[in-house]
């Protein structure tokens, strides 16, 4: 079983949510971003959403349902 993966990224002084080369929208807030990002990641579980700062960095992960790749430790 795997996963879909969702990132919020900055796209310019914008903000989108993407899955690989697929788009879900670009915001005007990061916030907005999010919102739909939790919104696509909830209705396609398992899934895990990855907010990033506007320098690309990830900044922290979601993940919804039952993780397929759990971190060890």
Same mark, same amino acid.
């Given at each position: 079983m $795997?996963?879909s993966e %969702? =990132?919020?990224?900055p796209d310019? $002084?914008?903000?989108? /949510?993407? @899955?690989? $080369? $697929?788009?879900?929208?670009t915001f005007?807030?990061? @916030?907005? #971003?999010?919102?739909?990002?939790?919104e696509? #990641?909830? #209705?396609? @579980? !398992?899934s895990?959403? /990855?907010? =990033?700062?506007?320098?690309?960095?990830?900044?922290?992960? %979601?993940t919804?349902q039952?993780? &397929?790749? &759990? !971190?060890?430790?």
């Amino acid at each position: 079983m $795997s996963r879909s993966e %969702y =990132h919020v990224v900055p796209d310019g $002084s914008r903000w989108k /949510v993407e @899955q690989g $080369s $697929s788009g879900f929208g670009t915001f005007a807030t990061k @916030q907005e #971003a999010v919102d739909k990002g939790r919104e696509t #990641a909830r #209705a396609n @579980q !398992p899934s895990q959403l /990855v907010l =990033h700062t506007t320098d690309g960095k990830i900044e922290t992960e %979601y993940t919804y349902q039952d993780d &397929p790749y &759990p !971190p060890k430790g």
